[in-house]
């Protein structure tokens, strides 16, 4: 050892707390800090004036007792953090034992509640036996032994009240649905008192109707329903009906008879491969609708099962009622998918009208309330009223058109178009000293009819061609002009030909009274009328503004011939 210098003692042993591992760190700490302390006082001794250590062995001293003190405090720290995480667990107990206990006094009061309503609860039949009995019926079961009995009394007494409740609100339904019944019944009531005076009204408010379409308000025409609905299918049945309603004359047909001239026409066309079972197909149903449209005029309605389409045979033409409704194929389409092997494989084709006079219009079906697929801008279908009408006019146009042919035929030997049959709506038309020196038939089809005329007006003759279309008077005839022979006078006639076409063609209208019914039904005879006054009036070089009607036409009123396919 150096001469000298004081030797360093070690640092004092560990507090009696932190060997031993105890609780108690203030002791420890107070001890350490003390020790601390007084190494801390040695070592400010040991320094020199200049501020150098004289001694390592006090500073290793004071910062072991450092790390002493770090330790204590870490072992603090971390039993702590133990004892605090013991509070919460404790505390956690604590708070789960209070739920528990306020929803035990929650659970009290309210079976406490559930009793008293109980108690309270009011029940007819239970009052009426108290009264009968004199004392209470509600037996006690006693106080409960176990916990499991006490149970099974509450979900006793509880099904007990659900059950009551149930019957109580069952009752208010009942007496709910009884106040309706009762109401209802009332109105119900009412109303029939009242019906006898609301038929009265609605006989009364129907009786226009009833005249405009002929019916009456009995049950006279109750058997002829009946006596329908029993023979016809149910396609002329409605036909039938539809007919009715507008107050046409209509009647049921029976024994219809399959035409043997199609059997024929069959045979004929397919040769060996004629099939007798394929001209089943055209077997018509056996009864048959018949409407009288009045001079022996009849219009027959008729079933083809196997296609499912109306036929109509008529004595006038009815080809052309509508736009494109020829009757030549079957309507149904169809018919071609289900019978693909029909007539050689060409499908379905009717036979000729020569054959099969009933054909199966478009308008037919209408009438019996079938709507096959139509081609794209096919029209609309009209009404029944339209179709009703339509065929009215037809019929009606048909034979006026006979007899002014046979009446035009007489004069075609230089007879006087004077002698003609007008329109009594036009009689203003003027007379004229032309002749009508030739009148035959040249062309019959089954769609128009040519004929050839020739008028004569002093030496100027004038060849004219008349085409009368099946569905006159809806399109009027058509004139052509051509010059027999050349006049003296009339230099100029050929050139007023084309006027006069126009005259005759496109302004016809003129000539009748359309707002009629039949206004339009006489306009051949007042297109001959006209021509053969202005073709007077070309032959002597007059101005046609001298004939009744006409006038000298300039300018836009000069409209181009109208052209008909």
């Given amino acids: 050892m150096t001469k000298g210098k004081k030797k360093l003692t070690t640092p004092s042993s560990e507090p009696a707390a932190f060997t031993a591992g105890g609780d108690d760190y203030a002791a420890a700490f107070l001890a350490c800090s003390s020790q601390m302390i007084n190494t801390l006082k040695q070592l ?7 501020g150098k250590k004289k001694s390592v062995d006090l500073e290793l001293n004071v910062n072991v007792d450092l790390l002493k003190l770090k ?4 072992y603090a720290l971390m039993d702590l953090a133990k004892a605090t995480d013991s509070l919460e ?13 306020q929803n035990l006094l929650y659970e009290k009061e309210h079976l406490q509640r559930e009793i008293q309503m109980a108690k309270e609860l009011q029940c007819k039949e239970l009052t009426s036996l108290q009264a009968a009995e004199g004392e209470d019926v509600v037996v006690s079961m006693g106080k409960p032994k176990t916990q499991e009995e006490h149970k099974a009394n509450l979900d006793r007494l509880a099904g007990r009240l659900e ?17 309706r ?9 009412e109303f029939l008192a009242s019906l006898p005076h609301h038929l009265q009204q609605l006989n009364a408010a129907s009786e226009p109707l009833r005249k405009y379409m002929k019916l009456s308000a009995g049950n006279q025409d109750r058997e002829k329903y009946d006596a329908a609905r029993t023979l016809l299918c149910k396609e002329l049945y409605v036909v039938f009906c539809n007919l009715v309603s507008f107050g046409e004359d209509v009647c049921t047909v029976s024994c219809v008879r399959f035409s043997p001239k ?5 045979a004929e066309t397919n040769g060996e491969d004629y099939k007798s079972d394929e001209v089943e197909v055209l077997r018509p149903h056996a009864h048959s609708v018949e409407w009288s449209l009045g001079n022996g005029e009849v219009v027959k309605f008729n079933y083809l099962p196997d296609l499912q389409i109306i036929i109509v045979e008529s004595a006038t033409p009815m080809l052309n009622l509508f736009p494109s409704d020829t009757g030549i194929s079957t309507p149904n389409a169809t018919n071609h998918h289900t019978y693909p092997d029909y007539n050689s494989g060409d499908g379905i084709v009717l036979p000729p009208k020569d054959v099969m006079p009933a054909r199966p219009f478009v308008w037919a079906q209408w009438i019996g309330g079938m709507y096959f697929a139509v081609k794209e801008g096919t029209r609309v279908e009209p009404s029944i009223r339209t179709i009703v009408r339509m065929v009215k006019m037809r019929v009606r146009a048909y034979k006026t058109l006979g007899e002014l042919l046979e009446e035009i035929g007489g004069l075609g030997k230089g007879g006087s178009v004077n002698e003609l049959k ?16 030739k009148w035959e038939e040249v062309e019959s089809g089954e769609e128009e009819r040519v004929f050839k005329c020739v008028v004569t007006a002093g030496k100027e003759v004038l060849g004219c061609r008349v085409f009368v279309g099946i569905d006159y008077p809806v399109r009027a005839p058509k004139f052509e002009f051509s010059r027999v022979q050349p006049g003296n006078k009339t230099a100029n006639a050929d050139g007023n ?3 006069l076409e126009m005259e005759i063609n496109t302004r016809y209208e003129s000539l009748a009274d359309n707002t009629l019914e039949d206004g339009m039904d006489f306009i051949l005879t007042h297109q001959i009328r006209r021509l053969c006054a202005v073709w007077e009036k070309i032959a002597t070089g007059t101005q046609w503004g001298s004939i009744g009607g006409v006038r000298v036409r300039k300018g836009k009123d000069r409209k181009k011939a109208i052209a008909f396919d």
């Fill in 181 to 189: 019944l009762i109401q209802e019944n009332s109105q119900k009531k």
């Fill in 44 to 50: 400010s001794d040991s320094l020199d004036k200049k």
């Fill in 422 to 437: 007008l329109h009594p709506s036009c009689d203003w038309l003027s007379e004229t000293s032309a002749t009508l020196s």
């Fill in 163 to 179: 059950k009551r409740r149930e019957l109580k609100r069952t009752l208010e339904e009942v007496e709910e649905e009884k106040k």
């Fill in 71 to 74: 330790r204590l405090n870490r």
């Fill in 497 to 499: 030909l084309k006027e």
């Fill in 89 to 101: 667990g404790a505390k956690k107990s604590v708070d789960q034992a209070s739920l528990d206990l």
């Fill in 262 to 266: 199609i059997k024929a026409w069959f």
